[in-house]
């Protein structure tokens, strides 16, 4: 089984006293790959750990909306510098988060700032969106995505909303949320996602998957998610698992 995390935080504190077991869990369920992503200075510190441990962990880092606030050139000089490291293979999370208190208006301007610069590096990057469907299609529109690579991390909308993420050339990674019992609209857009578009993410330790939704998540887990949506497409778990394992090599150029 060759299963690829897309998105994780393993560099989260939540996870700093059992790390080994818990990349160790990961590889037992199939999990061979992660993407970690690093959101501060002391998150980026503890990716770089990771990288000691096992080099099937992959980095990214950029300023979450949440953060928007304290963003400025010198951080953004600091992002790009930190793409001199090899394992560093996308920019994100970045985006818009309307449900927080930042005010949309800044969250834009570094949401662009930062597109820029995965242009400037052609970097892939890895969107979050909560809240801001409207706003979010129309900067990646505008910013031409495609060219560089984009991933919609723990996508949460529609088929009308993944038909136009999709059509702007971009991947759909879905999460432990499209187990969920009320994500109805959610398993109807991955349904009408072309296979070779679609990724898989824990985004641990958030969004367990059913049936351990609630409880702190693990990249192992992504091994739940990969067999609920292989039924859902009446696809073998090996096939599916290796064909979104494939899907993200190409989008982060590995
Ligand atoms: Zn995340």
Known sequence: MTIFDSHTHINDPAFTTDLPDVIKRAHAWGVKKMLVLAGDGASFGRLQQLWQLDNNIYGAAGCHPEDAVRFNTTELDELAQKFKFPQMKALGEIGLDYHCSVEPKIQQEVFQQQLELARELNVPVSIHNRDAFEDTYRILKAAHVGDFGAIMHSFN??????????????????SGVATFKNAVEVREAFLATPLDRILVETDAPYLAPVPYRG????????????????????????????????????????
């Not at 909308?157 to 879905?174: A, E, H, I, P, Q």
């Not at 990969?226 to 190409?250: I, P």
């Open 215 to 254: 409880q702190q998540n693990e990249p192992g887990f992504t091994r739940l998610t990969v067999e609920y949506l292989a039924d859902l497409r009446q696809l073998s778990v090996e096939k599916f698992a290796k064909q979104t394992y494939q899907n993200t090599l190409k989008i982060l150029r590995i």
């Open 157 to 174: 909308g529609d088929t009308s909303w993944s038909k136009k993420f999709l059509d702007l050339g971009m991947n759909l990674s879905f």
